[in-house]
């Protein structure tokens, strides 16, 4: 039996990368799936989900936008009838330089899209799962969420904000049907990492870094929110859980 039969799912970031791997795991298990993203590419993610029988809408969206976070929460609803499921996944990773050679403007930026997105996003998705008791949302921080990045220090910084909000937000709505937890990431195969590196990097030297000896795909960290968004993980709250192939344990 399929998990998320009668649930309705929003992923933010979806167009691509984990986004993509967790709307499309979240169709597999029969949620309907609304797809936001700022670029068009997440018109190619509901494609893949109707090829395989599932149900899903694409919504553009600018996650550092309140009226289009809320644009996106309600296009659910008007859709699908309800919100049982969001998955904040938006964000950037662009830096690769020590503080005092970083611009302060692309600090904003990381912060905009990386603290301010997830804010927006649980503002609106809180307030209608509060409409219908009960809910589970899923922040996307990092491994860089708990520990220390160098040459990282905006990216750093807005994963360790993620963190907080979620524990802020779930002790905050805990007592009210909605569970809020976070998912930490390692290096994860995806386009974004391999723009982060730049071209003369060999991305399996990241992954032998990692003492489970590669790097995480997609779909290994879909799997770990699909579970923090089921019922198997409803004792589960303000919980920062860490998939990282063992890389802050060492």
Known sequence: MQKFSDKVALVTGAGGGIGRAVACALAAEGAKVVVADIVEAGRETVALIEAAGGSAVFVRTDVQSSADTAAMVQEAVTRYGRL????????????????AE???????????????????????????????GSGAIVNLASAAGVVGVANKPAYTASKHAVV??????????????????????????????????????????????????????????????????SEDAGYVLGHALVVDGGLTVQ
């Not at 904003?108 to 503002?123: S, Y």
Request: net charge negative.
């Open 164 to 229: 907080g909000l979620t524990k802020a937000s779930a002790l905050q709505y805990a007592s009210r049907g909605i569970r809020i937890n976070a998912v930490c990431p390692g290096a994860v195969d995806t386009q974004m990492l391999q723009e982060n590196l730049g071209g003369g990097v060999d991305k399996s030297l990241v992954g032998a870094n990692h003492p489970i000896g590669r790097l995480a795909s997609a779909e290994d960290i879909a799997r770990a929110v699909l579970w923090l968004c």
């Open 102 to 132: 970083w611009d302060e403007a692309a600090m904003a930026r990381v912060l905009g899209v990386n603290v301010q997105g997830v804010f927006l996003c649980l503002k609106h998705e809180i307030a209608q799962m509060l409409a219908q």
């Open 84 to 99: 049982d499921i969001a998955v904040n996944n938006a964000a950037i990773d662009p830096e690769v330089a020590p503080e």
